[in-house]
């Protein structure tokens, strides 16, 4: 592992604070569960449906699963989780003596729960802490840095991050203006709006043209 790999971290959690603070966008989401631990906020199994798919369908079983089959002890399962680094694995337990605590339908839940606090918050900790310390670098307190991610839902930081997918309506753009030294009905403005009109129907034939397996269009 690269002995500079937190450091980096750091320099993210900068260069992203700054793309808030001057509303640049960069072209990047934030994972759903990188941003809770940003915020400071606990990680549901929900939460990790798109993190890791594997992890999720396993604990998502073994919630479901019959409790007397469960409780006949027919997994083998402990409260501990097997860790790969460097090509050797071994064996983190979830909580004090989890070697000898042995799943069933009464702990099951609370084994999940444990699973995934030491999956995603435990287990990276040191980079979600760099990555806090280079974004709160950039803020004049860096104490606002949890309050600011709690006050986002995800899909507002993405927003101002990455930008929208949805096309410009023109029509609503156009409703929404107002004009500083100009009118409306003024020639110019007319011009501008049908410029952006063209602009836009360019841009679907571009986009049904390049749904084509040929890029020319009807012979």
Not at 76 to 86: A, D, K, P, Q, Y
């Amino acid at each position: 592992m690269d002995p500079l790999h937190l450091e980096y971290f750091s320099f993210a959690g900068r260069v992203i604070a700054l793309a808030l603070m001057h509303k640049v966008q960069v072209g990047i989401v934030f994972d759903r569960v990188f941003f809770l631990q940003l915020a400071g906020m606990d990680i549901s199994l929900e939460d990790i449906r798109e993190a890791d798919p594997c992890l999720y369908s396993s604990c998502k079983k073994v919630l479901e699963m019959d409790a007397e089959f469960i409780d006949s002890d027919a997994l083998g399962l402990t409260f501990v989780r097997e860790v790969e680094e460097l090509g050797s694995r071994r064996v983190v337990e979830l909580c004090a003596g989890g070697k000898s605590i042995v799943v069933n339908s009464r702990n099951r839940q609370e084994y999940v729960n444990l699973l995934i606090r030491d999956r995603f918050s435990t287990s990276t900790s040191e980079q979600v802490d760099y990555f806090s310390q280079g974004f709160g670098h950039i803020l004049s307190n860096s104490r606002l840095q949890k309050i600011f991610f709690q006050s986002l839902e995800l899909e507002d930081l993405d927003r101002m991050l990455y930008g929208s997918e949805s096309p410009i309506c023109v029509d609503d753009w156009k409703a929404h203006t107002e004009y500083n030294g100009y009118k409306e009905s003024d020639p110019q403005i007319t011009w501008f709006w049908e410029l952006k009109k063209i602009c836009r129907l360019l841009e679907k034939c571009q986009q049904i043209k390049g749904s084509n397996f040929f890029s020319s269009g009807p012979q």
